[in-house]
């Protein structure tokens, strides 16, 4: 196994395509790929609720699939977000008649499919079509990297201390929220930013008012309170991407 997350279970795979696409998943027979699948939490009778003793629980076909859905429509607005954000950038590195004073990291989304496994009807059964699907799949380019959490899902900062690897790449996401925020006038922006130095993966997208199609990490509060719990960086801070600037504001006793 991968790993597991709060949500999903992660599995080593390969991927064979029938006919190549031009994306880079699946563009080779025997590709590696990262396999996942959502779980529950199981705990066994009479024990605590603890957070790391537990067994894995499968959802039934016809619960597991919404939810691969919800998580692949999740991804798909992520990078229309993420290209979103570029592109703005972009535009005003291009127009600005100054340099920004930084390197602008340049990261996207992992290429994903879903996927169903079928049991094949038994030999000599008269049907030679497929039964209904038994389970699904999410497969994920694979990131090879060492996997980095930059932004948690009840954040807009990054998680890391500047001394750490990934920190400037986190602050930049950072801003790209910040971008995303501003732009959707306070609709909507990406959380959850993790994965490794170019490719991202699991990313949550937050919205206010609440709407359900993201998810259960679609965490409204943390759309509200942007403005107030935002520190915008040197990212942020650059007068070509012409930003409000914010500014954490610090917990009192």
């Known amino acids: 196994m991968l790993g597991v997350g709060g949500f999903k279970t992660a599995h080593p795979g390969f991927l064979t395509l029938l006919s190549a696409p031009e994306t880079p998943l ?30 894995i629980g499968r959802y039934t076909i016809g619960d597991e699939l919404p939810k691969l859905f919800r998580e692949a429509n999740v991804l798909y607005w992520a990078r229309s977000l993420l290209t979103f954000a570029y592109e703005y950038i972009d535009h005003c590195v291009a127009n600005s008649s100054d340099t920004p004073p930084f390197h602008i990291p340049r990261l996207h989304f992992v290429e994903a499919g879903l996927t169903l496994s079928h049991d094949h009807t038994q030999p000599g059964h008269k049907s030679k079509s497929l039964t209904m699907p038994r389970a699904g799949y999410l497969v994920e380019e694979l990131i090879t990297d060492d996997f980095i ?98 500014e954490a504001e610090m917990e009192t006793d």
């Open 149 to 246: 959490k930059y932004i948690h899902n009840m954040d807009c900062n990054p998680m890391l201390d500047p001394y750490e690897v990934g920190y400037e790449i986190a602050e930049f996401l950072a801003c790209t929220q910040h971008i995303q925020f501003a732009k959707t006038g306070g609709l909507a922006f990406i959380s959850d930013y993790q994965g490794g130095l170019e490719i991202l993966s699991d990313p949550q997208v937050l919205t206010h008012p609440y709407d359900n199609i993201f998810g259960d990490g679609n965490i409204e509060r943390a759309v509200s309170m942007f403005k107030k719990e935002h520190n915008c960086n040197k990212f942020c801070k650059w007068s070509g991407f012409k930003l409000k600037i914010y």
């Open 26 to 55: 699946g563009s080779h027979p025997h590709q590696k790929v990262a396999v996942k699948r959502p779980f529950y939490k199981k705990y066994p009778p009479g024990s605590s609720t603890n957070p790391i003793n537990f067994l």
